[in-house]
């Protein structure tokens, strides 16, 4: 299954960074027939004061000031989709041109049902990266084990030349209540994508009773 079936939440969240302009102005895109969901609604986190948190995963992130949230418009139709976008901020707003990367963090969840072969976070990286060298990226780093706070995770690295300029960008994932959780970073250099990850930190999950 390639990925215009796999990983719809995260894809749609790139090209909503890569082409943020024309979804915009396109119609919305044709509905992809529901896939068996047989996890649990996640709740979709919260974000004020520039703060994104979300209790049930432990999840905290503080995006810089000035940066733009458009999760409401990157999440698309969640009826129909497997996941759903829990954060997608950006540096600018996607629809407005300007020199150099846009930097961005997006938090995607997709629902482990979908994905009946993954067993752990690593696994997770075959389709992951099948939809990220889709949109144009190459692979910088496989898929390795790093630790943010106490929280272990899995990362690999991509790039993609834009003209003159180096997209960097770097995904995280960890496997929590049925659903396989995503961070991707982009940003114009590889100090800067770690300068992103600094501000993710993880908390205790709550416990749904």
């Given at each position: 299954?390639?990925?215009?079936?796999?990983?719809?939440?995260?894809?749609?969240?790139?090209?909503?960074?890569?082409?943020?302009?024309?979804?915009?102005?396109?119609?919305?895109?044709?509905?992809?027939?529901?896939?068996?969901?047989?996890?649990?609604?996640?709740?979709?986190?919260?974000?004020?004061?520039?703060?994104?948190?979300?209790?049930?995963?432990?999840?905290?992130?503080?995006?810089?000031?000035?940066?733009?949230?458009?999760?409401?418009?990157?999440?698309?139709?969640?009826?129909?989709?497997?996941?759903?976008?829990?954060?997608?901020?950006?540096?600018?707003?996607?629809?407005?041109?300007?020199?150099?990367?846009?930097?961005?963090?997006?938090?995607?969840?997709?629902?482990?049902?979908?994905?009946?072969?993954v067993k752990t976070a690593a696994d997770y990286f075959d389709p992951l990266t099948e939809a990220t060298t889709s949109q144009g990226f190459k692979v910088v780093n496989e898929p390795y084990e790093v630790t943010v706070g106490a929280k272990s995770l899995v990362r690999s690295d991509f790039s993609k030349e834009t003209g003159k300029f180096t997209m960097h960008q770097s995904s995280l994932v960890m496997l929590s209540k049925g659903y396989a959780v995503s961070f991707t970073f982009i940003g114009g250099s590889e100090d800067e994508v770690e300068q992103l990850i600094e501000r993710l930190n993880f908390t205790s999950a709550s416990v749904k009773r």
């Open positions: 299954m390639g990925p215009n079936c796999l990983m719809r939440t995260l894809v749609v969240a790139i090209v909503f960074l890569l082409n943020g302009s024309s979804l915009f102005s396109q119609q919305p895109a044709k509905k992809i027939p529901t896939l068996p969901r047989k996890s649990a609604p996640l709740a979709t986190g919260t974000i004020a004061d520039n703060v994104y948190r979300n209790p049930e995963l432990g999840i905290t992130y503080k995006t810089l000031v000035g940066w733009v949230d458009r999760t409401s418009q990157a999440r698309g139709e969640p009826e129909n989709s497997s996941g759903q976008v829990l954060l997608a901020a950006f540096e600018r707003p996607p629809e407005v041109s300007g020199d150099g990367i846009n930097s961005a963090i997006i938090i995607a969840a997709e629902s482990l049902a979908s994905y009946p072969g």
